[in-house]
Nanobody, 123 residues
Framework: QVQLVESGGGLVQAGGSLRLSCAASGRTFATNTMGWFRQAPGKEREFVAGMSRSKIDYRDSVKGRFTISRDYAENSMYLQMNSLNADDTAVYYC??????????????????WGQGTQVTVSS
């Protein structure tokens, strides 16, 4: 079992920044790949960024603005979000894949999820 807890969401003006954190506990040694997803009202959950042991990937709309990172010693993952805009408004989730070694953009490939943290960008 892996438990994931997100934090750091909030309300920010367009052009501002937020840093999301994801704290992992339990079988953290098994978390080969981790990712950030988001879900806006009425929309499907979508891939934002992912990180395997050797690779990082982002959805096109956040490239150059968002940065994913992991602190393996602290069992934590982060998402630094800069130049936020209204399209970034969503609930953000961290997820862990304990069976695969590559970054998957399909949320169904992930085994564990956090409860989500709301990010609201006002224009």
């Amino acid at each position: 079992q892996v438990q994931l807890v997100e934090s750091g969401g909030g309300l920010v003006q367009a052009g501002g920044s937020l840093r999301l954190s994801c704290a992992a506990s339990g079988r953290t040694f098994a978390t080969n790949t981790m990712g950030w997803f988001r879900q806006a009202p009425g929309k499907e959950r979508e891939f934002v960024a992912g990180m395997s042991r050797s690779k990082i990937d982002y959805r096109d709309s956040v490239k150059g603005r968002f940065t994913i990172s992991r602190d393996y010693a602290e069992n934590s993952m982060y998402l630094q979000m800069n130049s936020l805009n209204a399209d970034d408004t969503a609930v953000y989730y961290c997820a862990a894949d304990i069976t695969g070694w590559r970054i998957n953009v399909n949320p169904r490939e992930y085994d564990y999820w956090g409860q989500g943290t709301q990010v609201t960008v006002s224009s």
